[in-house]
């Protein structure tokens, strides 16, 4: 039996994805997460409590391991790369965000993040292959209230751009750096397949639900008092930075999902058809 790929946060949309994917092609998989007893899993695939906080739980998880799917901590990233390089440890894959990629990614605390393990990994002597989506598409998960109970989404910048990316290419696209040696040792921007307003966005997700879905434009201060149950401060104006940088402002579409998968990078719209029960009163 061939070493099993480790799959931190394994509960994430990603990382259970990606954990489905292997299973499915017959691989060896082990399921890490802070909390096993919670993966809903087939009884097959192995399970192991890691903690990127915790560095007692590294060895274990590691051990017999010889490529990573890693979530980007960097609280303990030092500490994780020496415990993989002590276990034989060969590749890993992060899954890193293109907000190291825009200008002032130094200063801003959700790029600051990502570089800083980005950096650390690439000074490990493993091989690294960086991952670097977008926004999300299930980022729109968090409308979701706002549009069963109000029918309205409270916005600062309706026509901020994005170039939302469906969590499964995501998944897709670290199933292909994993299993397809070419692929290793290089970063990819990965990206939805159109640039879409926050506005064009919403719109999508009332055709889903077959509903009209009022936009109101609210002060980013109003927006950042709203999110403050969900985030920091300082999130929250490094997102807000991003919202108006956009503004007006089409992102960046790359072919990155179609470069690692040999297919089409799914659409916004396809994400609203298959959650539109998420949105629905
Ligand atoms: N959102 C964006 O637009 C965006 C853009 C670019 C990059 N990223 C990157 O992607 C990461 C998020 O990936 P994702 O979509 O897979 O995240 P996710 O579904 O929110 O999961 C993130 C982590 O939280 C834990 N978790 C998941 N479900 C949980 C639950 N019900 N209760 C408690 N903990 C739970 C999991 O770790 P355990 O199983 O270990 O608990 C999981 O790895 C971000 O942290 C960022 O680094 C995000």
């Not at 609280?75 to 990629?101: M, N, P, Q, R």
């Not at 393990?117 to 979701?144: H, K, M, Y």
């Not at 929250?236 to 956009?246: E, G, S």
């Amino acid at each position: 039996m061939s070493s099993p790929v480790l799959v931190t946060g394994s509960r994430g949309a990603i990382g259970s994805g990606l954990v489905s994917r292997l299973r499915a092609a017959g691989l060896p998989v082990r399921a890490a997460s802070a909390a096993p007893e919670k993966l809903d899993l087939p009884d097959d695939v192995e399970t192991v409590r890691l903690r990127l906080g915790e560095p007692g739980t590294f060895p274990a998880a590691l051990a017999g391991v010889r490529q990573v799917f890693l979530y980007a901590d960097p609280t303990h990233v030092d500490a994780f790369l020496a415990a993989a390089k002590a276990a034989g440890v060969e590749h890993i894959v992060l899954l890193s965000s293109s907000s190291v990629l825009y200008a002032g990614a130094e200063d801003n605390p959700i790029a600051q993040r990502h570089l800083a393990v980005e950096q650390a990994l690439t000074a490990s002597g493993i091989d690294a292959t960086l991952l670097r989506p977008g926004a999300f598409a299930g980022n729109a998960a968090g409308w979701a209230w706002s549009i069963k109970s109000t029918g309205t989404v409270e916005v600062p910048y309706p026509g901020t751009h994005a170039s939302p990316i469906h969590q499964d290419d995501v998944a897709d696209a670290a199933f292909a750096v994993l299993t397809e040696p070419r692929l290793r040792g290089a970063a990819y921007h990965l990206t939805g397949p159109e640039s879409l307003t926050a506005a064009q966005q919403i719109a999508a997700l009332g055709a889903a639900i077959g509903r009209d879905i009022a936009v109101e434009t609210v002060s980013p201060e109003a927006w950042k008092a709203a999110m403050s149950a969900y985030m920091d401060d300082a999130t929250a104006d490094a997102l807000l930075d991003y919202f108006a940088a956009y503004d007006g402002r089409p992102d960046t579409v790359t072919r990155g999902v179609e470069e690692l998968t040999a297919r089409p990078a799914r659409t916004f719209a396809d994400w609203a058809a298959e959650n539109a029960d998420t949105f629905r009163p």
